[in-house]
């Protein structure tokens, strides 16, 4: 079974703060994507990356950050952390290149900024 | 100005009878469509997919029916299960992104 961890489930953060948010595939996909999950918004992809050191932004990249220094990790950054980045953020691999590919996604990391 | 959309936030239904989950899109270059389901404190599963040349894909209980020309698809559980509880949440993809709805709560009731 594919298993994508992420490394908290719950975080909170004061404003202005640097947040390190951590995942993690086991099943050496090559693509992985970060999105945020907002109510009556649905999951908006906020970047993504088709191999080790390579990203490319989502629909919502600003405030963001990504590192993909291995493959099996991509890390998602908020560089100053700001109340309107409260929400679950969910992160996501498949193996093929392209969106075509069943992503398989961890549980979440809901975030709450103070 | 959300391309995919899921216009009922909720649905519920009793168990035994069909579940009809409904998606519309505006983007006429989407290709390929997904459905996904979310319990509660656990991420999205793939669920089902058709691709815009078929307008129909079954597995199981679940199928999904692609009408191209309305830019609607939905998806149909028969018969629904208490297990089915869930939030759906339609995706359309357009060669390297994939657009999600904000999800419909699905309850089925025993």
């Known amino acids: 079974d594919v298993k994508v961890t992420q490394s908290s489930r719950y975080l909170v953060k004061r404003t202005g703060e640097k947040v390190f948010l951590e995942c993690v595939q086991d099943?050496?996909?090559?693509?992985m994507f970060w999105y945020r999950q907002d109510p009556g918004l649905g999951l908006r992809l906020i970047y993504f990356s088709y191999d080790v050191k390579m990203k490319e932004k989502g629909d919502i990249p600003e405030g963001y950050s990504v590192s993909r220094e291995k493959k099996e990790r991509f890390s998602l950054i908020l560089e100053s952390a700001s109340t309107n980045q409260t929400s679950m953020y969910l992160c996501?691999?498949?193996?093929?290149?392209?969106?075509?590919?069943?992503?398989?996604f961890g549980p979440g990391t809901r975030l709450t900024v103070l | 100005d959300q391309q995919v959309k899921q216009n009922s936030p909720s649905l519920s239904v009793q168990e035994g009878r069909i579940s009809i989950l409904n998606c519309d899109y505006t983007?006429?270059?989407?290709?390929?469509f997904l459905w996904y389901k979310k319990y509660p404190a656990e991420g999205p599963t793939f669920l089902i997919s058709?691709?815009?040349?078929?307008d129909k894909n079954e597995d199981g209980r679940f199928t999904v029916f692609l009408n191209k020309s309305a830019k609607h698809l939905s998806l149909h559980i028969v018969p629904s299960q208490p297990g089915d509880s869930a939030v759906y949440f339609c995706a359309a993809s357009e060669g390297n992104k994939l657009v999600f709805g904000a999800g419909t709560i699905l309850r089925v009731k025993s």
């Open positions: 058709i691709s815009s040349i078929k």
């Open positions: 099943m050496d996909h090559e693509n």
């Open positions: 983007n006429s270059m989407f290709d390929y």
């Open positions: 996501a691999s498949s193996f093929f290149s392209g969106m075509r590919d069943t992503q398989y």
